[in-house]
């Protein structure tokens, strides 16, 4: 009995010797949930009818960041290719509170049109 604990603690202590040494790299944190339900999923077409056309734009390959400036924030939406051309799959605002990714009172400010499209 004692055989193959002392087989399989030897095993073990070879394994961990054998192995290259990596270094961890620490993950960034996930998005804050509390993210508004109603931005998810526009298009870019009904992003720009509900928020105008953004101050900034940036490409990395198919996917797009849109920053739109307010007086007291900024918005960013997050685009990445869908059936139907670019759609937005995460928003997050600056400042936002603690708990939530985009704050719904920097992006009220930000809209040009009070009734966000619907799909």
């Given at each position: 009995m004692i055989r193959p604990?002392?087989?399989l603690a030897a095993l073990a202590l070879v394994a961990g010797c054998a192995a290259p040494s990596q270094q961890r790299v620490q993950l960034p944190a996930t998005p804050?949930?509390?993210e508004p339900g109603n931005v998810a999923g526009?298009?870019?077409a009904q992003v720009r009818v509900a928020f105008g056309e953004p101050a900034f734009v940036r490409k990395d390959g198919k996917v797009e960041i849109w920053r739109?400036?307010?007086a007291g924030c900024k918005g960013f939406f997050f685009f990445y290719p869908a059936a139907a051309g670019l759609s937005v799959r995460?928003?997050?605002t600056?400042?936002?509170g603690r708990d939530i990714a985009a704050d719904t009172a920097c992006l009220d400010s930000?809209?040009?049109h009070r009734?966000?499209?619907s799909s």
């Open positions: 604990v002392l087989a804050h949930p509390g526009l298009t870019a739109y400036d307010g995460h928003v997050e600056v400042p936002r930000l809209l040009i009734a966000v499209p």
